[in-house]
């Protein structure tokens, strides 16, 4: 086998608190992780240059030695002992900065397919310890599965799911950054921290929508017709529901300017096919 193609989901957390920031910098959370039919298409292949090249269908800066899919293979490569030389070439149609985490999917994707292609023999054990070492989602989705997560994220518990439930996604077309809204939130009083972790299902969603004056404007006439949530830390979110009767005023109602995506769950990622 000298390629492989591979689907990476997208995520929505249908939850997020943050709870404290740890002396090494990270934060430990308490979310619910929900896998939905949104993928990035990663397409592997070996090559005889003794290159690394990764490449996407939009914005070039994520190309190359910046993207965290560069990042996993040079942990692969390192955990292995051996130089793994790869094209890797992506379809995003996850949004950048979207709070769905397609970054993280991505990396995901890249360990599991070269895994494969390289015939490594790894573990999901194995992989899930390196890709702790490239982000703090990426070991959600080697897992694979529905999880309510603890610890940074990488303490996963499988969670079963309804079926008969979809989701309404809305994108703003705004990038929202996940390392300016922790660093916020950690700038936040201890009371603020915990009137928040008290009212709110997203720890983040005060702090984006003050960031996003336009954003909070529509965002409230929204919520009046149905429960609005934030996906991580947005700029995605997303209303749930199970007819279309439920949100026909909603869709109504976006602003023109925005995008919209109708999406189910799915109960397990396609990248579990290829762990053992």
Partial sequence: MNKITLACPAKINLNLSVLRKKIDGMHEINSQFQLINLFDEMKIEKTSSKLINVSTNIDASINGKKNIVFQAVSELSKYVGRQVYCNISIKKNIPLGGGLGGGSSNAAGALIGLNVLFELGLSSKDLIKIGKKVGADVPFFIFGKNAHASGTGDVLIEAKISSEKKYLLLFPQIHSS??????????LSTDSHNKIL?????????????NNIDVKENFNQ???????????????????????????????????????????????????????
């Fill in 178 to 187: 996940t390392k300016e809204l922790f660093s916020q939130w950690d700038k």
């Fill in 198 to 210: 008290k009212n709110e299902e997203n720890s983040f969603l005060p702090l984006f929508l003050e």
């Fill in 222 to 276: 929204l919520n009046k017709l149905c429960s609005l949530r934030l996906s991580g830390t947005g700029s995605t979110m997303f209303f749930e529901y199970e007819n279309m009767n439920e949100i026909e005023k909603t869709l109504k109602k976006i602003p023109s300017k925005w995008r919209h995506s109708f999406c189910e769950p799915l109960q397990c990622s396609p990248l579990l096919t290829y762990l053992t």
